[in-house]
């Protein structure tokens, strides 16, 4: 046989089992085992994995080919149902293959539209594999370290700024910076700390950008189709300048999309002094055109009611739980989208969390038990209820929760 290593992060770790299969709110190993998926494919199989619709949408159009590179009909159709859904000033498209992309068209745009080069991101944030948002890992390589990743060049440094999250200071460095910045892309809702008291956060960094002439873009790459149909900026009353949307858009397929006002795109695609780069082998492809229109019309007759109640349910049943047992954690989130933090204490954003936590190796024994009693708990933490759950499902995922919270604190357990 053949050597080879396998370095994609959180493959072809020994401790994790091998998933031949999945289907609804479950994955399936190699050796036979049925596991509770609890982040669904990393949040973006909010219908749970394998649905019907999408499958025979996919198989339906693979037999006419997965790729033209010319204009087709089904990106036109994913248009249409995107401008329904969508927030209405969200009206102009660019599709890519990833969350990264999104991110990354979604700042090139905004320098170009901005004649800017500067970019603040927050810290806590993830915007995926993208230079200029990487001044923080995300916690990949252990709580505290601050220096940039290798690979990436020190020059990124220049031209990005890290911003503290749902924190007054970011206010005083954005105006500091204010002249220099083209945007700042936050995630309404942050993963490492999804909350429900952050709208007035946002608002405050909506009018402070709008001030100094720097546009605000929105990440709804997990917030996107879940928090409601057309993200945060449908959710709460925010208006964003540039969008970048992915995960349960592609129904398990891969794609970005990034969105921008009327505004936006006048001073960018609108300009004929300004030539904006768009496009890829892949982007706007017919297969995933197919899929995501099969997604969204699924979720625009969907009861959103449906998974923020679970998520609620899963959040009051286990803080009721861990405070009976006297367990420190605490789980916390927003709608359908929840994180158990490892203290009981409150915190306001991920560098106080980080301070407050059970060390690294209790919560890895707590994600060991999970696995033993039958759940796949997300390495990044993030727990998504989603349209394929029932009461029961999340009744029984507390259990589970509880359990693993009370054992991985016996060390040695
Ligand atoms: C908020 C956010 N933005 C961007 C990304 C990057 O997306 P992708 O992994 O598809 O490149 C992610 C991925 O988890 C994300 O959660």
Request: hydrophobic share 40%.
């Amino acid at each position: 046989m053949s050597s080879y290593q396998l370095h994609n992060a959180g493959y072809g770790t020994d401790s994790q089992p091998v998933i031949v299969r999945g289907e609804g709110a479950y994955l399936y190993s190699d050796n036979g085992r049925r596991l509770f998926d609890a982040g669904l494919g990393a949040g973006s199989q909010i219908l749970g994995h394998a649905h019907p619709a999408v499958v025979a949408a996919v198989q339906r159009q693979i037999a006419d080919g997965s790729i033209y590179l010319y204009n087709n009909p089904q990106i036109h159709d994913l248009c249409q149902r995107l401008a329904t859904l969508l927030p209405a000033p969200q009206c102009h498209y660019v599709f890519s293959n990833s969350g990264t992309e999104a991110t990354l068209r979604a700042l090139r745009l905004a320098r170009a539209a901005a004649g800017r080069q500067r970019i603040a991101c927050f810290h806590g944030g993830w915007h995926g594999m993208n230079e200029w948002t990487l001044l923080d890992d995300g916690g990949r390589f252990g709580a505290g370290i601050t220096t940039l990743p290798d690979g990436i060049p020190q020059p990124v440094l220049d031209f990005s700024l890290l911003l503290p999250y749902n924190d007054e200071r970011a206010f005083e460095l954005i105006t500091a910076h204010g002249q220099e910045l083209a945007a700042v892309i936050i995630e309404p809702v942050q993963g490492s700390n999804p909350r429900a008291d952050i709208l007035h956060f946002l608002q405050r960094l909506e009018a402070e950008c709008r001030r100094l002439g720097i546009l605000v873009i929105h990440d709804e790459i997990i917030t996107g189709f879940r928090l409601a149909p057309g993200g945060a900026g449908q959710y709460w009353p925010l208006q964003p300048d540039i969008v970048t949307w992915g995960k349960i858009l592609g129904g398990g397929l891969p794609i970005g999309l990034t969105s921008c006002t009327d505004e936006v795109a006048a001073r960018t695609f609108g300009d004929r002094h300004k030539r904006i780069l768009t496009g890829g082998t892949f982007s706007a492809n017919p297969l995933v055109a197919a899929a995501s229109s099969a997604v969204l019309s699924q979720l625009a007759s969907a009861d959103y009611r449906h998974i923020d109640q679970l998520g609620e349910r899963f959040r009051n049943q286990l803080n009721q739980g861990f405070k009976q047992q006297g367990l420190p954690f605490s789980a916390i989130g927003i709608g359908s989208f929840n994180r158990v933090a490892f203290t009981a204490s409150s915190f306001r954003n991920r560098a106080e969390r980080d301070a407050l936590e059970l060390p690294a190796a209790t919560q890895s024994r707590f994600r060991q038990q999970l696995l033993e009693l039958g759940v796949l708990w997300p390495t990044n933490g993030i727990v998504f209820t989603g349209f394929c759950h029932q009461q029961a499902d999340i009744d029984w995922l507390c259990q589970q929760v509880l359990a693993a919270a009370a054992g991985c604190l016996i060390s040695g357990a």
